[in-house]
């Protein structure tokens, strides 16, 4: 089962409880306070993990719980720190944090590295012991604290699947042909509309170690915006790609007309979210094996001219003119990793350097005043 949104709940370990204790030992009449400090609770964290693929599996396990802190003990015992929780999801995942009063989302993680790890909900801090608020007065103290509680919080997951190629058509227009000929994805192919029910990624291996990730997502349909066919929930797999490749079927099998097919699923990706549009695009005449009229070819090729798209004709099922198509994804695909590679460094370089002015020079910096200024 293929899920890419679900709401869980998450809390954090309670920090363990100070200890009230007093020293006994022979000989000693009035021993002094020793209660230990309590532990620390678990926190709860996000990890991107490459084996998982949805999240299904917290449909069925919606509750997190770090481990709570040890009390604290005599002898200064400080009790045990709660185990941190680690959560495993799908490279992807979005995290939000939804606010208990509005129901307003607030994003509080975006996982899109391997191993990635990201804190949300933090352990509680450890009760200070009787030990702690001895003073010279007071050399018998009865207080304690209990432990802070463990943060808690209820999350929404949405997956968006990281693919630098989305393939993009109507049903039957043949994208999981094409991605089974062009990586090691094996997804079900026939000639019935709507044999895609979620999406397929597959890994192109280009020569030189150039490879790329492509999203086969279920065909859509004129209409899907408002649900028609599969709707359009599972664009949002492609929100993420660099290049867009759309397939349409020119065999004239469909009784549709390319054209129209084309211009159909545009208005669709629109419909869904604009940035779509503004992402290269290529165009692949498909099935030309089995063309019955070429002016369906030229018409399409007319269409995707004046859009100033690259035109190819291709036939998943011969392979012609499909490893034209993937070399022409490339060069862009590269140019944005470099694009983002630079973006991620400027962003790190930001970060690292964020108090530091440019002309930063400690000698001529004016001393910092210390209390607060007198007033006059
Ligand atoms: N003749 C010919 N048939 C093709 C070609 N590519 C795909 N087909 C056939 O078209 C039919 C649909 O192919 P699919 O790859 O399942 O199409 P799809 O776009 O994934 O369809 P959905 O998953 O329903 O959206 C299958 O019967 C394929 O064999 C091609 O280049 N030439
Ligand atoms: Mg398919």
Do not use: C
Not at 201 to 230: C, K
């Amino acid at each position: 089962m293929f899920v890419d949104e679900v709401d869980i709940h998450i809390k954090a370990g309670d920090g363990g409880r100070g200890s009230l204790s007093f020293r006994r030992e022979k000989f000693v009449p009035k021993g002094g306070p020793d209660g230990g400090n309590g532990g620390a609770g678990g926190s709860v964290y996000v990890v991107a993990d490459p084996h998982r693929n949805t999240l299904v599996h917290f449909r069925f396990n919606p509750d997190y719980q770090a481990q709570r802190g040890g009390n604290g003990a005599g002898a200064l015992r400080t009790g045990r720190g709660g185990r941190d929780l680690d959560i495993p999801v799908p490279v992807g995942t979005l995290v939000y944090k939804i606010d208990p009063d509005t129901g307003d989302k607030v994003q509080a993680a975006d996982l899109t590295v391997v191993g990635q790890r990201v804190l949300l909900a933090q352990g509680g801090r450890g009760g200070l012991g009787n030990a702690h608020f001895a003073t010279s007065t007071n050399r018998a103290p009865r207080k304690v604290q209990p432990g802070e509680p463990g943060q808690e919080f209820e999350l929404h997951l949405t997956l968006k699947l990281l693919a630098d190629v989305g393939l993009v058509g109507y049903p039957n227009a043949g994208k999981s042909t094409l991605i089974s000929v062009i990586s090691a994805a094996k997804p079900k192919i026939a000639a019935y509309p709507f044999t895609t029910l979620t999406p397929n990624l597959g890994v192109v291996a280009l020569s030189g170690d150039r490879d790329f990730v492509v999203a086969d997502v279920p065909g859509l349909i004129e209409g899907a915006h408002e649900g028609h066919g599969l709707g359009h929930q599972f664009l949002r797999h492609i929100e993420r790609t660099k290049v867009i490749i759309h397939l349409v079927d020119v065999s004239g099998a469909s009784g549709r007309d390319p054209v129209e097919d084309f211009d159909t699923i545009r208005k669709e990706l629109e419909l869904y979210n604009p940035a779509l549009l503004k992402k290269p695009h290529l165009v692949a005449a498909n099935k030309i094996d089995a063309v019955d009229d070429p002016k369906r070819v030229t018409a399409l090729e007319k269409r995707a001219k004046k859009l100033k798209l690259k035109f190819f004709q291709i036939s998943a099922v011969t392979g012609a003119g499909v490893k034209e198509l993937v070399e022409a994804a490339w060069p862009i695909i590269a140019k944005a990793r470099e694009l983002e590679a630079k973006a991620i460094a400027v962003a790190q370089d930001e970060t690292e350097n964020r108090d530091v002015p440019a002309d930063y020079n400690p000698a001529l910096m004016p001393p910092l005043r210390s209390g607060t200024p007198k007033k006059r």
